[in-house]
């Protein structure tokens, strides 16, 4: 149901030449407002604070979308702010991002490096020496990201600036909840760019008939079939625990979307050929995300290192064992 209705929002305000406007420097207002408008900032707040309640199962398709649209704003993490603070109705206005890291300085200033969305966000989130702290990113010093069309940034303020966040339900969960939220958005972009390659392959004709119909070219979409798949089932299952997820299914969904996005984005421009990647072919809106979505919160290196800690750490002497902890919600 929130799916749906989100979905012809995005149809409406976040076409491809909507998003890459937006890259360009226009404003992201119009779909900021009908997002704002139609309620869903309130996806998870409770219902007792005027939120839609929504489960983590409903979340999940609302960040699927939200990869799938390449949406040029941080909707899903201002969506789960709500859940970092007893009071979301005390929230400012505007869509606010999450700081991968938050690093008070030697000269006491507050750093936050390779923000993503920064460009079109209001105000951050970061965790500092145990505290979630709410930033203005108008008032940052702000150096955006070098990257071609990219909204990230790297910002810096006082050190006595920002508001401290408490009583939220999932403080805790900061460190891997923004790399969730990540695992769900790459696992959106790369089944967007899995259509679009099936599309182009399917409609490109060399020899008197479409290219997908060459035995290579069905090998590298059996392959990219394989890994777009294996991504969704790892962060739908994450976001399937209808508690807060655990910080080992979290691990296991952004580790395993991160690994495959690479192979995903050089298949689809494979097949693609030359085209993929030229500025007016909306193929490149997606794999940009995923070359930047890949790397926020943490590549899959770092997971895999995590995920192998857990498993040396943990009583189960079967890895199956601890796979099924993972699941189960159970500690590891």
Avoid at 218 to 246: C, K, N, W, Y
Wanted: aromatic fraction near 6%; hydrophobic fraction near 50%; glycine fraction near 10%.
């Amino acid at each position: 149901m929130f799916a749906e209705a989100i979905s012809s929002i995005l149809d409406h305000h976040c076409t491809p030449a909507a998003v890459r406007a937006i890259e360009g420097g226009a404003s992201a207002q119009p779909l900021a407002a009908a997002l704002a408008d139609a309620g869903f900032l309130e996806l998870l707040a409770s219902e007792d604070h005027g939120g839609g309640g929504a489960s983590w199962r409903d979340f999940f398709e609302v960040v699927l979308l939200c990869g799938g649209y390449a949406v040029p704003l941080p909707v899903a993490q201002t969506m789960a702010t709500r859940l970092l603070t007893a009071d979301p109705q005390g929230l400012p206005a505007g869509f606010i991002t999450f700081a991968p890291a938050l690093t008070r300085r030697a000269d006491g200033f507050l750093q936050a490096s390779q923000v993503p969305c920064a460009a079109t966000a209001s105000h951050v989130v970061g965790l500092v020496e145990g505290a979630l702290l709410l930033l203005s990113i108008p008032q940052a010093h702000s150096a955006h990201s070098a990257i071609h069309g990219g909204l990230s940034a790297s910002l810096c303020w006082p050190g006595d600036a920002g508001t401290v966040l408490q009583g939220g339900t999932a403080a805790a969960a900061f460190p891997y909840l923004g790399a969730l939220l990540h695992a769900g958005l790459l696992a959106g972009a790369m089944k967007r760019c899995f259509d679009l390659t099936i599309g182009y392959a399917n409609e490109r004709v060399q020899f008197g008939k479409p290219i997908g119909k060459f035995q290579a070219v069905q090998h590298q979409l059996s392959v990219m079939a394989e890994h777009v798949a294996a991504a969704r089932m790892a962060s739908e299952a994450a976001f399937g625990i209808d508690a807060l997820p655990t910080l080992p299914a979290c691990a296991v969904a952004k580790a395993r979307t991160s690994e495959a996005a690479q192979l995903v984005a050089s298949i689809a421009h494979a097949v693609h050929g030359a085209i993929g990647v030229t500025e007016e072919y909306d193929l490149q809106l997606f794999t940009r995300r995923l070359h930047e979505w890949r790397l926020v919160h943490g590549s899959e290196a770092h997971w895999h290192r995590l995920l192998g800690r857990l498993v040396l750490e943990s009583p189960h002497r079967l890895s199956v064992d601890f796979v099924r902890t993972v699941w189960e919600g159970a500690p590891a």
